[in-house]
């Protein structure tokens, strides 16, 4: 069969949303719609189940419900429909009196500028939103302090200079104790206090009804808040007040937004697993990975304003699909790894291994066919530099191919609100739709809550190494035996309190057995 015929019989559009996917350079055998007919039947029930509020998160013994934030007539309640409603709504008036300037500063002025506090999903979709579809002059310019690193707020405050005085922060923490968004709210309040600002009045939560975070923010009276729910996950949150107070605040058509990504609910809930894009991807993950995620997913969209989507699918697919057990219980060690840039850059980064090395991944190619909003500019006779941005996406597709290396081509008609939708939309059923195939739960991250467990037992014995340091020298080792713990560890904590003016280096030896440590 030539490239042309596998072609058509494996390229599928959605022609009323201007999407298509492409899955002929993927080597599967025809039998394989068959062949996984029973576990194909399976996932999509349970996805039914889930849009119709199971208990989809056993562990956790939560609904999933992100579906229900783009159409809300989904909800399997008349009180969560409402919630629903009523927070969509409450987030774009709380933007439109922010632009309006009924809602202003603590100095009478409209606020200019955001800063979101937040990490992983309360920070990664509104980044995502922010470079992919804000326009080029938003109405209010966006900042992160996205993780618990002191320089980098430094920076981000630094950025904002005076303009910190018309900043509207939103601090986003479902449940208010995450230590990296809880310290990063902390920095935010010193930042506000130090430039004589009262932080309350340039403040929203986005949070758990109840949480710390929650009575904190009352108590010290912001300006608003607004509900994150436990049955929407971190990495699904884009579109609740997580995404839609930032997105909106910057001139985003949220409606749209949400449109999108229910229109392509809407297509993969009911057609069949030939014609259903998310069932197709959750298929050729299957398939590349031999149902073990033994392959790499390398992303791989050309269009700029995308570079950050690898960066958002790597948190959705790999803690989504990263999980040591199954639904039984059963040690199952199922997972995808995702990483990616954009092209045609990668063709200068890492694409000359991915044709020529170790055939270790699968590549999914998005390709956004409008070129770019103004007038066409030849950089020679009848060439533009969207021709060649095409040029290099078919070029690196055909290069792959000629290697027998896999890939999948999604297209888009233009990067938009309603085209992101789309796409965030697709990738969340296709995680679903995995997670079916291969019988795991998606929805909770028990590896998440071991790294947070690990990091609080490393921070209770740096408070006993600081305060067990003595005017004369000691040793990890002497450490280690004075309180009981290990002396690696101990070494560690030694030399990032050194490095930090909380600890001095009294005399360095051969090897770090040797080297000795004092109080400062």
Known sequence: MSHWDRFQKYFVRYSDLGFSIDISRMAFEDSL????????????????????????????????????????????????????????????????????????????????????????GSALGPQLVAHAITPANPPMAISFFDNTDPDGIDRVVAEIGDELATTLTLVISKSGGTKETRNGMLEAEAAYKKAGLEFAKHAV????????????AKAQGWLAGFPMWDWVGGRTSVMSAVGTIAAALQGVDVRQFLAGAAAMDAETRIRPARENAAMLLALMWYHAGKGKGLKDMVVLPYKDRLVLFSKYLQQLVMESLGKEHDLSGAVVNQGIAVYGNKGSTDQHAYVQQLRDGVNNFFATFIE???????????????????????????????????????????????????????????????????????????????GVEAGKKAATEFLTQLAKVRDALTSTGMTADEVSAKLGIDAEDAFHMLNHLTANGLAKTVALGVNPVQDQFAAS
């Open 368 to 446: 956004v066919r409008k070129a770019r909003d103004t007038g066409a500019f030849e950089v020679e006779p009848g060439f533009t530099s969207g021709d060649y941005l095409q040029g290099f996406l078919r070029g690196t597709r055909k290069a792959l191919a000629e290697k027998g290396r896999e890939s999948i081509t999604l297209s888009i008609a233009e990067i938009n609100a309603f085209s992101l939708g789309m796409l965030i939309g697709l990738f969340e059923r296709a995680v679903g739709f995995y997670a079916g195939l291969v019988n795991i739960n998606a929805y909770h991250q028990p």
């Open 33 to 120: 719609f068959t062949t996984l007919a029973e576990r194909i039947e399976c996932a999509m029930k349970s996805m039914d189940a889930l849009e119709a509020g199971a208990i989809a998160n056993p562990d956790e013994k939560r609904m999933v419900g992100h579906y229900w934030l783009r159409n809300s007539q989904l909800a399997p309640s008349e009180a969560l429909k409402l919630e629903i409603d009523t927070t969509l709504e409450a987030t774009l008036k709380f933007a439109k009196d922010a632009h309006a300037g009924v809602i202003t500063a603590a100095n009478g002025k409209k606020f200019t500028r955001v800063l979101v506090v937040g990490i992983g």
């Open 205 to 216: 939560a986005v949070t758990g009804d109840g949480s710390e975070l929650d009575k904190h």
